[in-house]
């Protein structure tokens, strides 16, 4: 059966880098959520990130509020292997000249195994936000079924779409390329 990774970003490589953003031209920063949500987008400008901390870079990074960003190489990566369930969005990282995008994973799919994972808390009526009742309010260790999974080798799983979820093949050809920022936590 198929093993399949929480991707984080790896914040403990000394000296590196972290990113804000992002921002259009005019330097107004951008809905950060759309890039979650599991649908293509169709940007008016070439997103621009700053550096929040100066420092080496990675090649692949998220900011604060979760977006990913990733260098040529790993598009280059997902390319090769074929991965359909993303869309790479050209973007600029300040003092950086090399190409860099945006990472929108398209593919959300249900396969949250509940009865496995660390803790699940759901959202309840006295939680005041009606909209939300009987969703994910929190996930702690989170775990996936692989008999929903199918073929998909990057995917945001449905209900809890703040994780990008990758396969055992696209873990060991990222780590075969010698990328860095990664952090894999078994799902």
């Given at each position: 059966m198929s093993r399949y990774f929480k991707l984080r970003d790896h914040?403990?490589?000394?000296?590196?880098?972290?990113?804000?953003?992002?921002?259009?031209?005019?330097?107004?920063e951008l809905d950060s959520w759309q890039f979650g949500n599991g649908q293509r987008i169709e940007l008016e400008c070439v997103p621009r990130f700053t550096l929040s901390?100066?420092?080496?870079?990675?090649d692949f990074s998220q900011t604060g509020l979760g977006v990913p960003v990733v260098h040529g190489r790993v598009a280059a990566i997902l390319g090769?292997?074929?991965?359909?369930?993303?869309?790479?969005?050209?973007?600029?990282?300040?003092?950086?000249?090399?190409?860099w995008f945006i990472l929108n994973v398209l593919r959300i799919i249900r396969c949250i195994d509940d009865a496995r994972c660390g803790e699940v808390e759901y959202w309840k009526p006295e939680d005041g936000q009606p909209e939300k009742i009987g969703q994910y309010s929190y996930i702690h260790g989170l775990?996936?079924?692989?008999?929903k999974v199918g073929d998909a080798h990057?995917?945001?799983?449905?209900?809890?779409?703040?994780a990008i979820i990758v396969s055992d093949t696209l873990k060991q050809a990222l780590e075969q390329e010698g990328i860095t920022g990664m952090k894999y936590v078994e799902a």
């Open positions: 914040m403990s490589i000394p000296g590196r880098w972290v990113l804000d953003g992002p921002f259009d031209e005019q330097g107004t901390h100066v420092g080496g870079a990675v090769r292997l074929a991965i359909q369930d993303v869309q790479l969005l050209p973007a600029r990282v300040e003092g950086q000249t090399e190409p775990k996936v079924d692989p008999t990057i995917f945001r799983p449905w209900g809890w779409d703040v």
